[in-house]
C-alpha cells in the first residue's frame, strides 16, 4: 500500500485553473469509482471536496471539478482563489475494505 | 449538528500502548462507516483503519497490521482505536472520521487527538 503519487506543489495566479494530478496504480485509482479529494488547511481537519472521482458535495464551490483517466485522477482548481490555498489529498478504495491517500500537493496562490 | 469529540492529548512511551476514543452526535451511527486517519507533524495524512456499522468487520494498513485495533460501542455511540508497541514514529495526531455506507469517501473529521511518543 504505497501512498499515490502527487506533485509536492502546484502554483496558479488568482483566476487561473491549476490541475492536481494523483496517480495510482490498476488495483486502487485504476479499479475504482471511489476517489475523493480532500482539502487542508494549516492546524485544520480535512474537508472533503470531492468525491466518487466527480462528485461535488453540498456546499463545495462548483470551481472544484474532478476526472480519472486510468491510473490518474485529477483535481482541477478553476478561478483561483487566494482561499484555495492549502495542501490538498487524493484518497482511493484499494480493496480488500482498505484505502490510500497521496502524498499531498501544497497549493500556492501567487 | 454532527459533531465527532475526541479524547485528549497524551504523551506515551516507547513501547506503550494507546487508546483514543472518539463519540459520535448529531446523526445515526449506526449507519455509517468509521475510519482512522493520522498525520505526523508535517507529513501527509496515513489511513490506518476503518469498521463498519456493526462493528463486525474492520480492516487495517497493511503496515499497521498485528499494533492496531478498531473496535466500536454502539450504546455509547463511540469508537476507539488501540495502537500497541509504540515508536517515536507514531507521533501524529490522529483523528476519526465517519463515511456514508458504500460512498468510499470521508466526509466528516473529529477534531484530532495529538498523540507523543517519547522516552
Known amino acids: 500500500q504505497s501512498a499515490l503519487t502527487q506533485p509536492a506543489s502546484v502554483s496558479g495566479s488568482p483566476g487561473q485553473s491549476i490541475t492536481i494530478s494523483c496517480t495510482g496504480t490498476?488495483?486502487?485509482?485504476?479499479?475504482?469509482?471511489?476517489v475523493s479529494w480532500y482539502q487542508q488547511h494549516p492546524g485544520k481537519a480535512p474537508k472533503v471536496m470531492i468525491y466518487?472521482?466527480?462528485k461535488r458535495p453540498s456546499g463545495v464551490s462548483n470551481r472544484f471539478s474532478g476526472s480519472k483517466s486510468g491510473n490518474t485522477a485529477s483535481l482541477t482548481i478553476s478561478g483561483l482563489q487566494a482561499e484555495d490555498e492549502a495542501e490538498y489529498y487524493c484518497c482511493s478504495y484499494a480493496g480488500s475494505s482498505t484505502y490510500v491517500f497521496g502524498a499531498g500537493t501544497k497549493v500556492s496562490v501567487l | 449538528q454532527v459533531q465527532l469529540v475526541q479524547s485528549g492529548a497524551e504523551m506515551k512511551k516507547p513501547g506503550a500502548s494507546v487508546k483514543i476514543s472518539c463519540k459520535a452526535s448529531g446523526y445515526a451511527f449506526s449507519s455509517y462507516f468509521m475510519h482512522w486517519v493520522r498525520q505526523a507533524p508535517g507529513q501527509g495524512l496515513e489511513w490506518m483503519g476503518i469498521?463498519?456499522?456493526?462493528?463486525?468487520?474492520?480492516s487495517y494498513a497493511q503496515k499497521l497490521q498485528g499494533r492496531v485495533t478498531v473496535t466500536r460501542d454502539t450504546s455509547t455511540s463511540s469508537v476507539y482505536m488501540e495502537l500497541n508497541s509504540l515508536r517515536s514514529e507514531d507521533t501524529a495526531i490522529y483523528y476519526c472520521?465517519?463515511?456514508?455506507?458504500?460512498?468510499?469517501?470521508?466526509?466528516?473529521w473529529g477534531q484530532g487527538t495529538l498523540i507523543t511518543v517519547t522516552s
Open positions: 466518487e472521482g466527480s
Open positions: 490498476s488495483s486502487d485509482v485504476g479499479s475504482s469509482n471511489l
Open positions: 469498521i463498519d456499522p456493526s462493528g463486525t468487520h474492520t
Open positions: 472520521a465517519r463515511e456514508p455506507s458504500g460512498s468510499g469517501c470521508i466526509d466528516f
